[in-house]
């Protein structure tokens, strides 16, 4: 019977190609998907985070709950970004006061960033 064992050798060799080409495939589809993935969300911040609006030489005033004058953040430009939710600024200003200090605290800064509260 040495014809038969050399068929079902040929056989066996003929099956484990088919499984590692499977699961080579497999491997290969799996990669593709996921890096497909990763570009995808990597175009969206690229591309879907672009200013949805910019203020130049302007300033916003903070009050507190008593109507008091809690700061002023006064910038040459103000850009916000909608999927991050984060507004940068150039060139800013900050005047921080206080009901217990007469004096504000002034920051001054080349950059800044305002990022949202609610995340």
Known sequence: MPGLRGITQ?????????????????????HWILNSEDQSRERELVFGNQPDLYLLNASISQFNHQGNLDSVIAADKFTHYPLTDVTTLKQPNVRLYSLHNSQPWNIASENGRLLSLSK
Not at 10 to 30: E, M, P, R
């Open 10 to 30: 040929k056989i066996k060799l003929g099956s484990g190609l088919i499984f590692s080409a499977f699961v080579l495939t497999s491997g290969l589809l799996l």
